[in-house]
Antibody, heavy 117, light 110 residues
Framework: EVQLVESGGGLIQPGGSLRLSCAAS????????MIWVRQAPGKGLEWVST???????YYPDSVKGRFTISRDTSKNTLFLQMNSLRAEDTAVYYC???????????WGQGTLVTVSS | QAALTQPASVSGSPGQSITISCTGT?????????VSWYQQHPGKAPKLVIY???KRPSGLSDRFSGSKSDNTAYLTISGLQTEDEAEYYC??????????FGGGTKVTVL
């Protein structure tokens, strides 16, 4: 069964760092594009980062320079390193597999990141 | 990065059809047939319901259909059922390997 399980969320102070993990099963993370999407409380979905199968990362301006996407083939796991966190980064963070022509399936269950003092 | 524009809410009675619009620009929806739609129930992860404008994932009900005209994509749910009540998000590929989501539409079954 193809499945994604996120972990690593929690309460962190502004300016702090956090690393999210997304463990994959049923497929290899290095064979697909992978994506992180977040959802602030009561708000819509927002693209956070994409990594291509060649390892190339992409970010929107809102997180560029602060967030880093990576993967560990031996652990079949996707990561999101988040630095210089701000209150507006508070959200549920989802990882998902990117299929051909850009649909996202499946999605993980999400992990909540709360940035607050 | 401006989001795609969706109506905040759409409602319909059981058995009726509803259509949700998703308006973008000539840099995303108007340029690429790479529009997908996601259904999200409260507290749950999003679920893919339409991809490449009008294709359905295997096993998904044919009550869900998608289309596109110029810079606007549409999701139609026919034969509305109570389990269709959820938030729906459109998404499009945009230039330079970026993607953009719509703000979401709450579907209410009356």
């Amino acid at each position: 069964e193809v499945q994604l399980v996120e972990s690593g969320g929690g309460l962190i102070q502004p300016g702090g760092s956090l690393r999210l993990s997304c463990a994959a099963s049923g497929f290899s993370v290095n064979s697909h594009y992978m994506i992180w999407v977040r959802q602030a409380p009561g708000k819509g979905l927002e693209w956070v980062s994409t990594i291509h199968d060649d390892g190339s990362p992409y970010y929107p301006d809102s997180v560029k320079g602060r967030f880093t996407i990576s993967r560990d083939t031996s652990k079949n796991t996707l990561f999101l390193q988040m630095n210089s966190l701000r209150a507006e980064d508070t959200a549920v963070y989802y990882c998902a597999r990117v299929l051909t022509n850009w649909p996202f399936d499946p999605w993980g269950q999400g992990t909540l990141v709360t940035v607050s003092s | 990065q401006a989001a795609l524009t969706q109506p905040a809410s759409v409602s319909g009675s059981p058995g009726q059809s509803i259509t949700i619009s998703c308006t973008g620009t000539s840099s995303d929806i108007g340029k690429y047939n790479l529009v997908s739609w996601y259904q999200q129930h409260p507290g749950k992860a999003p679920k893919l319901v339409i991809y490449e404008v009008s294709k359905r994932p295997s096993g998904l009900s044919d009550r869900f259909s998608g289309s596109k005209s110029d810079n606007t994509a549409y999701l139609t749910i026919s034969g509305l059922q109570t389990e269709d009540e959820a938030e729906y998000y459109c998404c499009s590929y945009r230039e330079s390997d970026t993607v953009v989501f719509g703000g979401g539409t709450k579907v209410t079954v009356l």
